[in-house]
């Protein structure tokens, strides 16, 4: 749920929401892009509010514009705020709030994942009082990435993740995206299980793509993917070869894995998603570095 803000005068605002589900909020200046969701972010929470609702104050400065027409200069909409839930796949109402200063007027325009204007709400507050409160019914909670359309799969596309994270030092992901050997380890079932041998080659010259290879105990794998030496993130896809490892568990099936740089442990962590048939699966994932010249195939 994506709504437009106009801010007819300048002070702390507070947005909020009501819910039976668990919601976040993303507020943004001008404009919200879903393919670099950080960009023009202003502020953003998931649980200060009651009931794992966001909640969030900010100063906003109001923006006008003169009509050519008109004397008097008119607001004009100049911040977008994303409402979502914190569960992929999750359905519920939705009652969003906000609270400004006196005379403060809001205009917001509700629309759904298909890009169709759903409703108006236009509220006028004086003082504390609730500038607009809009419900809807979210069926396919996919704003935030615009592709969540997978049961069990990352909120975000791998192209979305690598992206979502401010940017570090240059020259860092120059060092730490090298070519070699590595292991990788996924905690399932209360333990980690693991080492899994791995080689992963860096192309920054073809768009920061990976391309690697590796076996586990389902099977043999082929890994490709995007990484970022900017944020120091990786989003892979492992597809297992059929016919290797075990027939019981290896049926061909596509894994997701997003991780990040972990400068303390040195390590890329994260989440690791699967889907076989109706049944999904997610697990925490790590990538660690292994010893220089090791070859997987020799």
């Known amino acids: 749920m994506a709504i437009p803000i106009i801010i007819s005068k300048s002070g702390n605002h507070t947005f909020t929401t009501e819910s039976n589900v668990a919601t976040c909020g993303f507020l943004h200046r001008n404009s919200f892009d879903p393919e670099n969701p950080s960009s023009n972010l202003v502020a953003q929470d998931c649980n200060n509010g009651d009931k794992r609702q966001y909640k969030f104050s900010v ?24 409402t979502t839930t914190q569960d992929p796949g999750t359905t519920g109402t939705i009652t969003v709030k906000a609270y400004g200063p006196v005379d403060q007027t809001g205009v917001s325009s509700l629309v759904d994942n298909g890009g169709k204007i759903a409703g108006i709400i236009v509220g006028s507050v004086v003082g504390g009082l609730i500038i607009f409160s809009c419900c809807c019914i979210l069926y396919v909670l996919g704003v935030w990435s615009l592709i969540l359309y997978l ?36 905690f399932k079932n209360g333990s980690w299980h693991g080492p899994h041998d791995l080689v992963i080659g860096f192309y920054p010259d073809a768009n920061y793509i990976v391309h690697g290879r590796g076996r586990d105990e389902v099977g043999t794998f082929a890994i490709t993917g995007i990484y970022s030496p900017r944020t120091l993130r990786m989003g892979l896809e492992k597809q297992y070869q059929i016919g290797t490892g075990d027939a019981s568990l290896n049926v061909g099936q596509t894994v997701t894995i997003q991780v990040k740089w972990n400068r303390v442990t040195q390590n890329f962590e994260g989440k690791c998603y699967s889907r076989n048939g109706r049944r999904s699966e997610k697990q925490k994932y790590i990538i660690r570095g292994k010893r220089a010249g090791y070859n997987l195939y020799p």
């Open 59 to 82: 100063v906003l400065e109001a923006s006008t514009t003169v009509s050519k027409r008109a004397i008097m200069p008119r607001a004009s909409s100049n911040y977008i705020l994303v």
């Open 151 to 186: 049961k069990g799969g990352p909120v975000l596309s791998n192209k979305l993740y690598i992206r979502s994270a401010f940017g570090v030092q240059s020259g860092t992901g120059n060092i730490i995206f090298q070519p070699g050997t590595f292991s990788s380890y996924y």
